[in-house]
């Protein structure tokens, strides 16, 4: 029997890229009244399940994420597994 391991992949734009969701949010939290935020920059991540057993399975996670889940031109990913 096989086990499962856990793999959260974090995606962010990488810096000097616009992020028109995180600037939106920041007007949103001065608006409302949340002066001490100075700037917010937004990202997504992704939960993946995989066979602790399976080949090679951190090169194979490294090139899900650079083929599929982030764009390598703007964006910038991390990896926690577990």
């Known amino acids: 029997m096989s086990g499962e391991k856990k793999a959260v992949v974090y995606v962010r734009l990488k810096e000097g890229v616009l992020d028109p969701q995180g600037v ?3 007007k949103a939290l001065l608006q409302m009244g949340y002066k001490d935020f ?5 990202g997504r991540f992704f939960e993946l ?6 080949d090679d399975i951190d090169r194979q996670i490294d090139e899900v994420c650079a083929r599929l889940l ?10 926690e597994k577990s």
């Open 38 to 42: 100075l700037s917010v920059r937004s």
């Open 49 to 54: 399940t995989v066979r602790a057993d399976g």
């Open 24 to 26: 939106t949010i920041h």
């Open 70 to 79: 982030a764009n390598p031109v703007i964006e910038s990913y991390s990896v």
